[in-house]
């Protein structure tokens, strides 16, 4: 699948915003979907993932009881809500696809990438 984020920009610390990510192709619904983030100079950092019917999810302890990640197969996306946004949660995030085996919270569980949307959150 190919995959196009969108939805980051800036906002002030205690704020919200939703990242969605819409995929190409037919074959969305088998895919477990990951949202990963990267600040300059570090390495990509799990976020959470999703299930392929959205009966699983999985969050970094860093993000647990802030972020949601949802999906909507009809409409081949996957969406991150963030609330209560840090500053330290300032970074691209990253929404990746995965028919993988492997485990859900490295980046070599996923086979395909989007092109990244940064989130900016002041203090």
């Known amino acids: 699948v190919q995959l196009q984020a969108s939805g980051g920009g800036l906002v002030q610390a205690g704020g919200s915003l939703r990242l969605s990510c819409v995929a190409s192709?037919?074959?969305?619904?088998?895919?477990?979907m990951g949202w990963f983030r990267q600040t300059p100079g570090k390495e990509r950092e799990f976020v959470g993932y999703i299930s392929w019917n959205g009966g699983t999810t999985y969050y970094a302890d860093s993000v647990k009881g802030r972020f949601t990640i949802s999906r909507d197969n009809a409409k081949n996306t996957v969406y991150l809500q963030m609330n209560s946004l840090k500053p330290e949660d300032t970074a691209v995030y990253y929404c990746?696809?995965?028919?993988?085996?492997?485990?859900?919270?490295?980046?070599?569980?996923?086979?395909?990438w989007g092109q990244g949307t940064l989130v900016t959150v002041s203090s």
């Open positions: 990746a696809a995965s028919t993988s085996s492997l485990a859900p919270v490295i980046p070599r569980g996923y086979d395909s």
């Open positions: 192709g037919r074959t969305f619904s088998r895919h477990r």
